[in-house]
């Protein structure tokens, strides 16, 4: 079993900076991708960012590429999604998902665990 935890939610305003972290543990040896997802209110899932265990291979969803950068510490078994010039409509709550096999990064059905979620709130 995999247990992921995210934190450094909070409540900013726009054009504030926050990083997200998300800590990984258990059985983690091997896997493949970890990435970041959110869902606002009323909306689906959607996918913000991934990160290759690896070769450190990164994938960027349209709506924050330029402002995000997703980074591991595989030392430390800990993914982080640094996002700047924070907008109101990046509101969401933000879950963390790992992913064992190679496959399309953005698709979370591919994700085989997940964290509790961490919410991010932007007032304009």
């Known amino acids: 079993q995999v247990q992921l935890v995210e934190s450094g939610g909070g409540l900013v305003q726009a054009g504030d900076s926050l990083r997200l972290s998300c800590a990984a543990s258990?059985?983690?040896?091997?896997?493949?991708?970890m990435g970041w997802f959110r869902q606002a209110p009323g909306k689906e899932r959607e996918f913000v960012a991934g990160i290759t265990l690896s070769g450190g291979s990164t994938y960027y969803a349209d709506s924050v590429k330029g402002r995000s950068t997703i980074s591991r510490d595989n030392a430390k078994s800990t993914v982080y999604l640094q996002m700047n010039s924070l907008k109101p409509e990046d509101t969401a709550v933000y879950y963390c998902a790992l992913k064992r096999g190679p496959g399309i990064p953005t698709a979370g059905r591919n994700y085989d665990y997940w964290g509790q979620g961490t919410q991010v709130t932007v007032s304009s």
């Open positions: 258990g059985r983690t040896f091997g896997s493949y991708l």
